[in-house]
Structures are given as C-alpha cells and as structure tokens.
C-alpha cells in the first residue's frame, strides 16, 4: 500500500470515530427536540407552565418576554428538521469514511452520489437554518430577520462540484483498473 494511501486510511479511522460522536451529540439533539414538541403537545398543568417558563426571555429593558406555546412548537419543530438534516449528513459522511477506512478507494460512484446528496442537504439547510434563526429572532425580539445563508448555498455548490471531480475520479480509476 502507498504512503498516501495509508495516510488516507488512518485519517479515516480518526475522522470515523469523531463522526460517530457527532452522530450520537445529534440523536441526542434529535431526541430532546422530540421531548419538547411532545411535552408542548401533551403535557398539561404545572409541567407545561413550568415547561413555558423556562422560556421566558428578560431583556435589557428589564422587561419579560414570554414565548407562546405555539410559538415554542413551530421554534422546536424547526430544529428538529436542521438536526435530521445535520444527521443523516453526517450519517452519509461516515459512509464514505468507513469505506476508506476499509481499504477501498475513495473514488466510488456511490461516493459521488454521497457527495451530490451532501450538497443537496446543505443547500436545503443553508435555507431551512437561515429560517429557524429567524424565527428565534422574532419570537424574542420581535424582528423577522429572515436570509438565506449565502454562504451555505455556495458551500454547497462548491461541494456538488467536488462531487463531478469525484465522478472524472470514478472514471480514471475505472480505466485505471481495467488496464492492469
């Protein structure tokens, strides 16, 4: 094996291991968004009002804002989408990783469409998160701030063109193979 290759291969068992830990910090995400929309949901009495409480904003003015439950749902149900999104993003990361780390060759066309669904996933994030900053904005300063992460959509446009280079990769790497 090559001294490249190698490298490739050990990073990828750090970078396995650190994506695992992120995958399990955004189940954990995941798991308390669903808590919260459950408890705004089902929860009566002194749960849900202390539930509520706990979300009452006091701002320099020395004046308290209070989130309505409503509110706190479409907020909660908001993160919930960011983090699923966040998620399986990692989920197909660790994908590609894991393969690597198994000795095979970054240079897959299922990688490619890893990539191309990794692009896809930031473009609908960059403008799904931009939204769910948003409504944190106006439900507790009363400003609808809403735009689109820019950065985001161009990040993932980059991130589609890496995954055509990855393509021509495939095919060199097809040729490659079938010449020796």
């Known amino acids: 094996m090559k001294p490249s290759q190698e490298k490739i291969r050990n990073a990828s068992k750090k970078i396995t291991f650190i994506l695992k830990l992120g995958f399990i910090a955004s ?10 929309i459950g408890i705004l949901m089902f929860s009566q009495g002194d749960t849900k009002s202390s539930f509520l409480a706990a979300f009452e904003v006091t701002a320099n003015n020395k ?8 509110s706190l749902f479409i907020m909660f149900a908001f993160m919930l989408i960011d983090t699923l999104l ?12 894991d393969d690597i780390k198994k000795g095979d060759t ?11 669904n990794i692009a896809i996933i930031t473009i609908i994030l960059s403008i799904v998160g931009s939204y769910s900053d948003a409504l944190v904005d106006y439900y507790t ?10 950065i985001g959509l161009i990040v993932g446009i980059i991130i589609y063109c890496i995954s055509l280079i990855f393509s021509y990769g495939c095919d060199l790497q097809k040729e490659s193979d079938e010449t020796l």
């Open 86 to 97: 966040i998620s399986v993003m990692i989920f197909i990361i660790h994908a590609i990783f």
């Open 141 to 150: 300063i009363g400003e609808l701030t809403w735009r689109v992460n820019v």
């Open 27 to 36: 189940i954990a995400v995941v798991a308390l968004a669903l808590a919260a």
């Open 106 to 116: 970054p240079f897959l066309h299922q990688n490619t469409l890893r990539i191309k």
């Open 63 to 70: 004046t308290t804002i209070s989130i309505a439950p409503q």
